[in-house]
């Protein structure tokens, strides 16, 4: 597609129940990250692929959150057992090597997760 | 851990003034610095980088950020602001030997310009 696509982009559930957030990345982009936006917060890294293999899951803020990537595209963040300190918005993005520091990432528009 | 501040939450202009937005990030060893921006409605875009050279680096919409290895800063700027530059604008450092992109953002300053 033309650019990272997200889906829900709001995402309303009840404390307790599991939800899962889809991430569409441009295709031909090899690396794909999770970030997470808490109101009033900077955006904090979650999670980063490269291909289907995730090397870097260091900011997963529990073991209720797991993420996966399949054929190298499309990514799954799911949330088990939702909390209220869940609600954020999760943004996802892709780059087009992920092997450089310097490069750019294309950011989707990201799901609003409201836990209740 | 790294981190990221960013000075002024909420800043308000009218047109024609100029910008400042202030970074300062902790890390003492090779950083890659960028400012993202977000606006009304739209994805969040690379707005420029610093990696290498010319601690000055010039980015779209004629913005501008001077990277001061010093002081840890990396400071965005324009001279003359426009209407359509209202948005939120977001520091990030790429450091600790990554090579891939894994940033540690600021908390982001919104802006306001008032035509």
């Known amino acids: 597609g033309a650019g990272v696509s997200q889906s829900p982009s709001n995402k309303v559930t009840e404390k307790g129940k599991d939800v899962e957030l889809r991430c569409d990345p441009i295709?031909?982009?090899?690396?794909l990250y999770w970030y997470r936006q808490s109101l009033g917060q900077g955006l904090e890294f979650l999670i980063y692929?490269?291909?289907?293999?995730?090397?870097?899951k260091s900011g997963l803020p529990s073991d209720r959150f797991s993420a996966e990537r399949t054929g190298g595209s499309v990514s799954t963040l799911t949330i088990q057992r939702t909390q209220q300190e869940d609600s954020a918005v999760y943004l996802c993005?892709?780059?087009?090597?992920?092997?450089?520091?310097?490069?750019?990432?294309?950011f989707g528009s990201g799901t609003q997760l409201s836990v209740l | 851990a790294q981190s990221v501040s960013q000075h002024n939450h909420h800043v308000i202009l009218s047109e024609a003034a100029s910008l400042e937005l202030g970074c300062n990030y902790s890390?003492?060893?090779?950083?890659?610095l960028f400012w993202y921006v977000q606006y009304p409605g739209q994805h969040l875009q690379l707005l420029l980088k610093?990696?290498?050279?010319?601690?000055l680096v010039k980015g779209i919409k004629g913005f501008e950020a001077e990277f001061i290895k010093s002081k840890f800063s990396f400071n965005l700027r324009k001279p003359s602001v426009q209407w359509s530059d209202t948005a939120e604008y977001f520091c990030?450092?790429?450091?600790?030997?990554?090579?891939?992109?894994?940033?540690?953002f600021g908390q982001g300053t919104i802006l306001t310009v008032h035509p």
């Open positions: 993005a892709s780059s087009l090597t992920g092997t450089t520091t310097n490069e750019k990432l294309f």
């Open positions: 295709s031909g982009h090899t690396a």
């Open positions: 692929f490269q291909g289907n293999s995730a090397p870097d």
């Open positions: 890390y003492g060893g090779t950083v890659n």
């Open positions: 610093y990696f290498s050279g010319d601690p």
């Open positions: 990030a450092v790429n450091a600790g030997g990554t090579s891939y992109g894994k940033l540690t």
